[in-house]
Structure formats: structure tokens, C-alpha cells
């Protein structure tokens, strides 16, 4: 039987059976012999934050707990969501151990850590703030996992006395061994540091000039973060809002210009030369060239005058 079942699985990985006959016709294999069963996927990458072993309510749960916390990170979609399958969870994360699953959900729960909760009589599995503290990679699949009734459940973690809260030691980054270099969590000093007002900022300019920027996008928060605290110098936003307002009047009426217009232009290095411009009281009123000749009519003085 054993060797049989040798030469099943060698046929099927090579899409036919060595006595399939001429035809080589495909063998589709039962699910407990190629492994793949229904609804199984594959398992993610996640990271981890050092500060994971030092969590107080997480060492109140057993250690199986926590080593079923981090395989669940694993199991669960994009929104950290999962079906709430015990036997399952225990042949994926923690195979070889001896331990009740759902006691170890239950202490996991009893702490805030996961939110366990049924929709139309299917039970499915939510950890809690893992959004929050993810970088979701562009091809992860979207959730198929509805979310609970935010009406009879809250995901919200207060922060306790001691100033941590469950996942504020995790720091999840799916499918890279890289930590997320955005991620408040990697430098304890950047929960002082102010907000950046990012949405208000690309509004201000989308209504400038009529265009449709986005204010979520990686590049352009970058380019105003990174002139938010250029020099050691903290701006505002009525610094960017001046950048604007200046170049929308020197380059708003130039059709070579207008296209200038954009967050990697003006937030660029260039930013505190566009921020200390003072534009011609014409500028945006009339053409170029005619605000070229008022500046020169400006500096002009009487032959007389510049003698003395």
C-alpha cells in the first residue's frame, strides 16, 4: 500500500501516472493525499516587534498562548480575520503539542488580544488592532471574512496604566522580513511628535489648481514630511499653503508651468526658496512678460537720480 501510494504521488507531480498508459491523461488526487483541503491557504509572513516579549497581559497567558498569538498572525487575511476553526489552527501552528485550542483562544480573548465572534451561525476569529499596526503588501488578497457587529463588539484598546497596550507589541508587515519603517512603534519618541496635517495640505492645493492629488499617497507624504521638520525647524501649514499660494501665482497663468504644480515640485528640496518668494503684485494677473516690464519699470530711476 505504502508503495502505491509512492507512485500515486510521484504521477501526480509529474501529471501522470508511470502505469497511466499512453494517454498521460492528469490524475486529480483526493485532498488527503495532495494536502490541499478546502478553504486552506497559505500561510503569511508577519513581523514581530521585540517589545512582544515584554508585554505584561500577553505573559499572564500560558506559553502555548502566545506562540498560538503569533501563528495566528499568520493564518489570518489582511484585516486579521479568520474562520474560527480549533482543529485547524492546532494542526497549523502548533502541531506537535498536546494542548486544548480553545482554552488557549479563550485566555488569548479574555485579554483583548482577539475578538472571537459569530456571523449567520459561522464562527470567525478578528485580532484586534491588527490593521492598525500592518503594511498590508499590494497583492495580499482582500478579506472574504465579514466584520463583526461593531454595534455589539468594540475592537478598541484603551491604553492601560502602564502606557502599553496588547498590540502595541506587534508590529506587522506581511510578506517582507522588514520591519515597517513607518510605523510608530519603532521609535517610542515619535508618539510625541505632532501630527502632520497631510489631508489638509493636498486639499489646500487640489483647490488651488483644480487638481485631484491624493493625500494618502506614500510619495507624497514623504515630500511633506519631509520638509515638515526641515533644519530642525518645525513648518505649518500656512508655510505650505504660502508655497502654494506663490507658485500657483507664478506659474498658475504659464502653460510650460502648470504642470509644476504637484507635491514632489513644491514640497521638494526647493521648498524654502518657493516659501521665501515674493512674488510680483501682477504675477497670475497678467503675462509674463508684462510683469517682467513692470519689474524692470519698478527698479528704473532718472538718469539724474542715479548720479547722486
Known amino acids: 500500500m505504502l508503495s502505491f501510494l509512492r507512485r500515486v504521488k510521484s504521477g501526480y507531480k509529474k501529471r501522470r501516472l508511470p502505469c497511466a498508459g499512453k494517454s498521460g491523461n492528469p490524475i486529480h488526487l483526493p485532498p488527503f493525499l495532495t494536502g490541499n483541503f478546502r478553504g486552506r491557504k497559505k500561510l503569511r509572513a508577519r513581523n514581530i516587534k521585540p517589545g512582544f516579549f515584554k508585554n505584561e497581559d500577553l505573559a499572564e497567558c500560558d506559553p502555548l498562548a502566545r506562540i498560538l498569538f503569533t501563528g495566528l498572525w499568520c493564518m489570518a487575511d489582511r484585516e486579521g480575520r479568520m474562520e474560527n476553526r480549533p482543529k485547524r489552527i492546532k494542526a497549523e501552528v502548533l502541531p506537535y503539542d498536546n494542548c486544548n485550542i480553545e482554552k488557549l483562544l479563550k485566555q488569548l480573548s479574555d485579554k483583548k488580544f482577539i475578538l472571537i465572534y459569530s456571523i449567520n451561525n459561522e464562527n470567525y476569529i478578528e485580532i484586534l488592532n491588527f490593521r492598525k499596526h500592518q503594511n498590508c503588501h499590494i497583492k495580499e488578497a482582500e478579506s472574504t471574512i465579514p466584520a463583526p457587529d461593531k454595534h455589539h463588539t468594540s475592537t478598541v484598546q484603551e491604553q492601560d496604566e502602564h502606557g502599553s497596550r496588547p498590540s502595541d507589541s506587534l508590529l506587522l508587515n506581511p510578506e517582507s522580513p522588514i520591519l515597517n519603517p513607518e ?57 505650505f499653503k504660502r508655497v502654494i499660494d506663490n507658485k500657483c501665482a507664478s506659474w498658475g497663468s504659464d502653460p510650460k508651468m502648470v504642470d509644476y504644480l504637484r507635491p514632489d515640485t513644491l514640497f521638494g528640496t526647493k521648498f524654502e526658496g518657493y516659501l521665501n518668494e515674493q512674488p510680483h503684485r ?21 538718469p539724474n537720480e542715479r548720479q547722486n
Open 183 to 239: 510605523s510608530p512603534l519603532l521609535n517610542a519618541d515619535n508618539a510625541a511628535k505632532p501630527q502632520i496635517p497631510y489631508k489638509e495640505i493636498i486639499e489646500y492645493l487640489n483647490l488651488k489648481t483644480g487638481k485631484n492629488f491624493d493625500h494618502q499617497s506614500k510619495e507624497t507624504r514623504a515630500k511633506i514630511r519631509a520638509r515638515w521638520g526641515i533644519n530642525g525647524k518645525q513648518r505649518t501649514i500656512e508655510d
Open 282 to 302: 501682477l504675477k497670475g494677473i497678467v503675462s509674463d512678460k508684462t510683469v517682467k516690464t513692470a519689474e524692470m519699470l519698478d527698479k528704473w530711476e532718472p
